[in-house]
């Protein structure tokens, strides 16, 4: 038994109307966007917006307290915020996936994560960058230097990476949950996009971990884990590696969105320099915009087929072929790469008046900028895996 049920949250709400929720906050994070900035990490006030709407569980499990909602309302709720504020987005959508993930690992972790408060917000970072000594009795001793952990400085917990040695040689790779508080914070997040993200580096030394707080991550990719029969459904079968990778390109869709409908307002009555043409007249600017509303849409197309892909495998209990696990992860880069392709010629087009701070678009490029840059969104790897595996080769890495 959960150490929830004692509490019995409302876990009944509709995919809809947490969609409504995020679209009614809309208006409030797009008007606190430059303070979040500024602030380089999200304001306390946007965090308790979230908690108390719900928005930071949509994936997470029902016995935790949370909705088990598909990929598909993920991206709904995600895509809507990034209308608003596009940091707020990344720290969502990364939440989502960390809550999502919490359900994997044993019983005992998820109900000290959760157990007294089912709005607790988890950051993380996965990757492996870390030392796990194992102990004799299975326990850990934890070391090293995290860097890019979204959302940290309002987490109460966080799962970082690492490589797990025993006796001198590395047996495996997976998280591990510890509480914020025993870890320490580096103010280092000064960045030009998604700066109101607070990304900030984390690290400990030789930390105690125990056992049940440990989750092998090629385990996981390969579809076994020590939470997932707690959970009733089909959306903890999910795949993890399609949760991890779409869950960082939602916010492209609704922060282009944005920039695109804020278009015409930045060229009103605008003659373009060193001619007599009015910029909304022009034919140039009506292909351009036609352009850019196709690039957006081709990005939708990408990111809800992998959605769609992932929630109809898991709901038939079929697990994704290779092809389409490494599909998935070309779709998000191709996405956020279309974005930022439609966007930066939105910006081009302003002018000397688009370099103002106060420019939509040029804040939802920078942004746009940042997504790209992450590893798990990297175009050009993204496609080299793809080729290679539509070319009938073999995967040249375990990571997809």
């Known amino acids: 038994m959960s150490a929830l049920d004692a509490q019995a949250p409302d876990t009944s709400v509709t995919a809809e109307e947490l969609v409504e929720r995020a679209r009614a906050l ?19 006030e946007t965090v308790a917006d979230l908690r108390e709407q719900g928005l930071l569980k949509v994936l997470q499990a029902k016995r935790n307290g949370g909705f088990k909602m598909p990929m598909r309302t993920h991206l709904d709720v995600i895509s809507t ?15 989502h996936a960390h809550s999502w993930m919490l359900s994997h690992f044993g019983s005992q972790a998820q109900d000290e994560t959760y157990g007294k408060d089912p709005d607790t917000l988890v950051s993380a970072v996965i990757a492996p960058r ?21 959302g940290s400085e309002h987490a109460q917990w966080l799962f970082i990476g690492a490589e797990v040695v025993d006796n001198g040689a590395v047996v495996d790779a997976g998280d591990f949950l510890i509480p914020s508080d025993e870890l320490t914070f580096k103010d280092d997040w000064h960045v030009s996009g998604l700066s109101g993200t607070g990304s900030c580096s984390v690290t400990v030394q030789d930390h105690p971990i125990p056992a049940h ?15 997932r029969e707690l959970h009733d459904g089909w959306q903890p079968g999910l795949a993890a590696f399609g949760v991890l990778i779409l869950a960082l390109a939602g916010g492209a869709l609704g922060m282009s969105r944005a920039a695109l409908r804020s278009f015409p307002d930045l060229i009103d009555t605008k003659v373009i320099a060193y001619t007599e043409h009015v910029q909304r007249e022009f034919p140039i600017t009506h292909v351009l ?6 690039k957006i849409d081709q990005a939708h197309f990408h990111l809800y087929r992998s959605a769609d892909l992932m929630d109809e495998a898991a709901r038939s209990n079929t697990p994704l072929s290779v092809v389409e696990r490494v599909r998935v992860r070309a779709d998000s880069a191709e996405a956020v790469s ?34 790209s840059m992450h590893g798990g969104l990297a175009l050009e790897t993204a496609r080299a895996l793809y ?12 990571s997809f």
């Open 26 to 44: 809309v208006p409030v994070l797009d008007s606190r966007a430059a303070a979040t900035n500024a602030n380089r990490r999200l304001l306390p």
């Open 81 to 95: 915020l990034a209308e608003g504020c596009g940091s707020t987005a990344w720290v969502a959508g990364v939440t």
């Open 130 to 150: 870390g030392t796990a000594e194992r102990q004799v009795d299975g326990s850990y001793r934890l070391s090293g230097f995290w860097p890019f952990a979204s």
């Open 213 to 227: 707080r440990f989750l092998s991550l090629p385990a996981l990719i390969a579809g076994h884990s020590p939470g």
């Open 289 to 294: 915009m036609a352009e850019a509303a196709a």
């Open 338 to 371: 279309l974005c930022g392709d439609a966007i930066a010629a939105l910006f081009r087009a302003t002018g000397g008046s688009g370099l103002r701070a106060s420019n939509p678009t040029g804040m939802a490029l920078a942004n746009l900028g940042a997504m």
């Open 387 to 398: 080729g290679r595996i539509l070319l009938g080769l073999e995967p040249d890495t375990p």
